[in-house]
């Protein structure tokens, strides 16, 4: 069970993973050793998934980003959605894909160079895909807040 130490160094983890035991002592109430101890039971315990490097939006500024709802033609048909979404999830360009309710059924950010690669990554992922009955895009035009953090607090 995670304890409000544990809660309050995952906070701050999400923010900045570079942040050194003696530097995340200030904010929480427990020495850099124990702190060390912590994060290695955090890890090792899978309450952090893994350490990733964010990218400034700069680099994405160039890229032609598209917001696609995805809706399934056949939601009897397991097979045909579980291949769908092991497609996804096996695309580098998918960066997030959520299952959702309403009239959509999939929710998903992809990343491209550029209009053709759009076309081809589109043809490939969900024309030849019969469980897609339709898709909608909707292109990014700017960034305007990314931030994959869950805060935490006591109550879970």
Aim: charged fraction near 30%; glycine fraction near 4%.
């Amino acid at each position: 069970m995670l304890d409000r130490f544990d809660l309050q160094l995952l906070n701050l983890v999400q923010r900045d993973d570079s942040q050194t035991a003696e530097r995340l002592a200030e904010a929480v109430p427990l020495s850099p050793s124990a702190i060390a101890r912590r994060l290695r039971r955090l890890r090792g315990g899978g309450w952090i998934a893994r350490t990733i490097a964010l990218l400034d939006a700069r680099l994405a500024s160039d890229r032609l980003r598209a917001m696609v709802t995805i809706e399934m033609a056949e939601h009897a048909n397991p097979e045909g959605k579980a291949r769908l979404l092991k497609r996804l999830t096996a695309a580098d360009e998918i960066q997030f894909a959520y299952e959702v309710t309403g009239a959509a059924d999939i929710v998903a950010l992809f990343d491209c160079r550029n209009m053709d690669d759009f076309n081809q990554l589109t043809e490939r992922l969900l024309d030849q895909e019969p469980i897609v009955r339709r898709y909608v895009t909707s292109f990014v035009k700017r960034q305007i807040k990314f931030a994959p953090f869950i805060r935490l607090d006591e109550r879970g």
